[in-house]
């Protein structure tokens, strides 16, 4: 594994060809967003760019594929997008896939197995380096390029209200707006919600309970009350934001029950603690204002792990 610059990135795209771009599990915008943006901009290049993604492609986010198909080709040369660890890349994804030979991402915590290695963790998103090869390698923008990037940027900084925003955050969605509808973008991602999403936040409301002296709320969803409801992924996106607004809570914890008796941890904070140092307990990682980590077991015993180590960080 070697850390390579950013000049280095764009002559290795430049230098190659067929490529497997890889999203992350329980997919987001910024993986999502990055990887289409480059596939289309490799593309325009008389690339050949494939992305590969863990599932279906969200439904909230099919905007991003509404000009993407598949091309036929055998992969050759294998790129992950806003990945932070290997564990986080799902079976279907890595199908077919031996090594890594290059990453792209902003996570500080990033531990991926790659032959070349690029992490900005002064992004706010990896679509900030998405942008920054587009712009290098001179592909001209298009609604394609532009609406991933702009999806990249505007969700993982919760539509510029997040820490991690920065005077380039914004120089990058000013020249990238008038290529996307960015308004239809914030609208799906930001604004309208299902019914179903809507009873899950009133259900989520209920679960919540305080500890380390009503610094840390925790909040939960099971699969029995996901079916219940008729939820989906699109449902769960955005929820461990609801923690972290009760003012005086400055570590919000949201644990999401998935299938084989594991819990998705989502982990939001404030003033200034760092959730990737707390999920690092647990062999997550992330961001200094969101993380994440797994945890094996039931609800009562991975609640109580968490409260455990709540209380001693906090």
Not at 163 to 188: G, L, S, V
Not at 265 to 271: E, F, H
Not at 288 to 299: F, M, Q, R, T
Request: aromatic share 8%.
């Amino acid at each position: 594994m070697r850390m390579i610059t950013l000049d280095e990135v764009a002559s290795l795209l430049q230098e190659n060809d067929d490529f497997k771009l890889l999203t992350h599990i329980y997919p987001d915008g910024d993986t999502l967003g990055g990887a289409f943006a480059l596939a289309f901009a490799l593309r325009k290049l008389g690339k050949r760019a494939n992305v590969a993604v863990n599932g279906p492609v969200p439904s909230k986010f099919r905007y991003l594929t509404k000009n993407y198909r598949d091309q036929e080709f055998e992969p050759r040369y294998i790129v992950s997008v806003d990945v932070a660890a290997m564990t986080l890349l799902g079976d279907s994804v890595m199908e077919g896939v031996d090594k890594i030979d290059l990453c792209i991402d902003h996570h500080r915590t990033n531990s991926v197995a790659a032959d070349h290695v690029y992490v900005d963790s002064s992004a706010a998103a990896a679509c900030e380096t998405i942008w920054q090869l587009v712009e290098m390698l001179g592909v001209e923008l298009d609604e394609d390029i532009a609406g991933g990037i702009y999806t990249g940027v505007s969700t993982d900084t919760g539509c510029f209200c997040y820490t991690n925003t920065t005077p380039r955050t914004h120089e990058i969605a000013a020249k990238i707006i008038p290529f996307c509808d960015w308004r239809e973008i914030n609208y799906i991602n930001f604004v309208v919600k299902t019914r179903a999403k809507i009873k899950m936040e009133r259900m989520i409301y209920d679960t919540m309970e305080f500890y380390a002296g009503g610094k840390c709320a925790i909040v939960y969803t099971t699969i029995a009350m996901q079916q219940a409801l008729g939820a989906g992924d699109d449902e769960m996106e955005g929820l461990a934001n609801i923690p972290r607004q009760v003012e005086g809570v400055e570590m919000g914890i949201t644990m999401r029950e998935k299938e084989g008796g594991v819990f998705k941890i989502s982990v939001r904070t404030n003033d200034g603690i760092n959730a990737a140092e707390f999920c690092k307990q647990f062999g997550g990682g992330g961001h200094p204002g969101a993380a994440g980590c797994s945890i094996e077991g039931d609800l009562g015993t991975a609640k109580k792990l968490l409260i455990d180590a709540a209380e001693a960080f906090l």
